[in-house]
Structures are given as C-alpha cells and as structure tokens.
C-alpha cells in the first residue's frame, strides 16, 4: 500500500507531507524552519522553491552518542533500549527541522490549538523523532502537535568573548534556536490548521527547563498562551543561569584542549574533535552541568530567574507542571513544581495544576523513572517494548485528554477525566497519575535519592 501524501500551501511555499500510525491525521517531517552558521543566532526560514518534501526526519543535531555505538554502551542501555533500540539517526550541524502533525482535513479556518515540544536529553542530547515522539495522539483529540530539533552541547551553548564582541551576546544558541522555531511555527501553523494564538509550550526534563526560560523571557511576551512542565519546571537559586561571562574560562579550555588559537580556528574545528575536547574539559570543571546550558546574556536571560519572578515578569499563562516518583532529585524537583504554582495563586495569576505521576511500569522493576511518563502523554505505548497492560492504556488515553483539554481551554478538565483541582492558597493536593485511579492526593516518593538509571539525562 502506498504511502499517503498531503499537500499544503504555506507561506514559505507548498509543502507535500505524509500519513502516519493514525488514521486520519498528516505528518510533516523534517521542515527546515531556520539556518544557522556554527555559534551564530539562527535566522528563520521564511521561503522555500518547488514542492518541500516533508516526508522523512530530519537530521539531529550532534551530540555525544554521534561519535559511539551505542550499542555497545552497556552504561547507555537502558535509555538506548527504551527509545531508541533499532532506530537508525542522522547528525549534522544543519539541524533546525521541525515536524508538525495535524488532521488530514484541517484548514486555516479550523484554528486548532497547537502543543509544541521540546525535547529533553540534558542539553547534551536527544531529538524530537525518538520512539516516544514518533506520531503524537494530539491530533486524534483536535490539537495539533509539533517537535523540535535544536542545537546541542557546545554547538548550542558556548561562550566566548570573541563571540560577544561579534554578535553583542554569547551563549543560549539554543534557546534562539526554539525561539526561532516557536516564531515560524506562529507564522505559518494556520496553513496547518492550527491556531497561531492558542499555542501550549510543553517540555520534559531540559525540555521543561527550557519551557521555564522561554516562560521567564522578555523576548517572549505574546508569542503562545500555556505551558507544561515535566520533571524540571520551577525556578531554585541552584539551578539559576550564571552570567555568560562566567563561563569564558571553560570554553577558553575547550578551546585550549582543541589547539585553536582563535575563534576562526575553532569554528573550523572538525566537528568529533570538537565534542573531544569539550567532553575533556568537562572531566575537569568542578560543575560541568553549569558550563553547558543557558546563561544570562543580557538578551534572552537577563537576570536571575529568582527575581524574575519576585517581580512577576514571568508570563502569566496557565501552567501544567509535575514529576515522576523515581524521578532526578524527586524531591527537588517536586518542591520547584510546587512552589511555581503557589507563586502563580499568590500573584493571582491564571490557574495552575500540579501531577504526580508514579506508575511503575511494567516490564522491569525499575519504577516510575526520569522520563517515564512520556509515553503516556504522547500516547505512543505501541512504539515501547514493554508489556503495557489495560491499566496503562486508560491511564495514557486520560493523560492525552488531560493536556489536549488545557490546550484547548487552559483547563485540563472534561467529561471524559477525574477531577483536577488547580493549586491555590487553600488546595495543596496534586493530580495523582498511575498506580491507583486518577485522583487528587499528596505525594509519596519511595527513593528519595537518584536511582542508577538517573545519573545521566534521558538522550545522553
């Protein structure tokens, strides 16, 4: 049987996209929605010649795993065979692809919500076409669902003097990079269906750290109308951005261990020699998380995030947000989600609701681990290799009609779910998902310490 193929027209020119695993709904892989010259900003694409064939992923961007078989990694195999395991990439430094999936038969006149996401993977990996993401359930429920590439590691976050007297900022590439994606998405999701003014920005670990900067952003205002956060949303002084001036040092290593003498040398520098010597001079940087990841640049991040919110200049939208129970630093993660609610209740901000998410999945005895709960909200149990069971698949099936329904109305109530109260002075209970029936409850996180599996980042 023949593949399906779905023409549209856009404003960057007609577009040919394909059929996926639902019935009904068009897939449009790999559309290239920015370029982006090693460590400069990102420009948008905004017109394309021909027929754009939007059939195939497009590349990933490097990352660790690029440069080893993973497969022969036994400290990557959990994460390798849950999401990966037979599924062949492509990486390169052209990166920026976006996919979109949308019904077949929607229009410019169907103003569908949109949920955009970013991918997780520590900054350091991951792609928006792992098993996971592959066909999103959202468009089944009348919501479109996009994913993102964007640029990692020290191609997404390095920064230099050199390049600060270049551009008049350094560092967060990255960030421009979802930003960047999030503009053509407004610009040209209506051909798609979509409604460019009701968008939901949802990520996962990294990718909810990245929610989290775009929600605290002055570059953002206006530009999408809810968030969701899964295991990383909340602002703590210990995961604040540092000023990019502070990082200097460490990419001046990476440079040194490089033998680049100057920033000319080191945007030629081979891609694998690259990632050699950044790794290297990882091993011995006392906090090497701080020197991969977002800064204060003065332009995307302008101070720290703990401020940004005593001031109440973050976006005052509704909020998802929660952790797993074997999740990284549960309960860390599960205090920041907590307190970004009750900030929004004090600031009399749009209603936000918390989740605990604690099913054990089946399969191995190794719990409701980092990154777990996202086969259940993209409905794509049928990708995984576990031995998924009824109770799974009503869980997943309330999980897609919970985030569908708050894209659609910033509430995630219906007819079809349990009850789920917002966080508020007098409501401290959260969504319980898992175990037991969804139901309001507390709490109960059995490891309150990192398990073996999360040490690392999903997508590392």
Known sequence: ???????????????????????????????????????????????WDGVYEATAYGACCYQPRSFYNEAD????????????????????EDCLFLNIWTP??????SKLPVIFYIHGGGFN??????????????????CVAVTINYRLGPLGFVCLDALQQEAGHTGNYALFDQLTALQWVRANIAAFGGDADNITIMGQSAGAMSVQQLCLSPLTEGLFAKAVMSSGGGVSKMLT?????????????????????????????????????????????KNSMSANGPVQDGVFICKPATEVVAAGEQRHIPYLIGVTSQDMMPPILYKMAGD?????????????????????LPGDACGAWHSSDLWYWFGTLDHCWRPFTAQDKVLSAQMVSYLTNFAKHGDPNG????????????????????????????????????????????GE
């Open 1 to 47: 049987m023949s593949e399906q193929k779905y023409l549209r027209e856009t404003p960057c020119g007609t577009i040919c996209g394909t059929d996926c695993q639902w019935p009904g709904v068009a897939a449009y892989k790999g559309i290239r929605y920015a370029t982006a010259e090693r460590w400069a900003y990102p420009e948008a694409v905004t017109h």
């Open 340 to 360: 970004w609610c009750r900030t929004q209740a004090a600031q009399n901000g749009p209603a936000s609701y918390e989740w605990f998410f604690d099913r054990q």
């Open 104 to 109: 077949a038969d929607a229009g410019p006149e």
């Open 125 to 142: 990996g991951g792609c928006g076409h792992e098993k996971h993401f592959d066909g999103p359930e959202w468009p089944t429920k009348g």
């Open 73 to 92: 990694m036994p400290e990557k195999a959990f994460y390798y065979k849950e999401f990966r395991l037979g599924e062949t990439y492509t990486y390169s």
């Open 241 to 285: 951005a540092k000023p990019a001036a502070e990082q200097y040092g460490f990419w001046n290593a990476v440079m040194e261990k490089a033998g680049c003498a100057d920033l000319d040398a080191f945007r030629k520098l081979p891609v694998a020699e690259l990632f050699t010597a950044w790794q290297a001079a990882k091993k011995e940087c």
């Open 415 to 458: 007819t079809d779910v349990p009850v789920w109260l917002p966080i508020d002075a007098t409501q401290h209970k959260v969504l319980r998902l898992g175990e037991q029936p969804a139901r309001m409850g507390s709490a109960s996180m059995p490891k309150l310490v990192w398990t073996m599996l999360t040490n690392k980042a999903v």
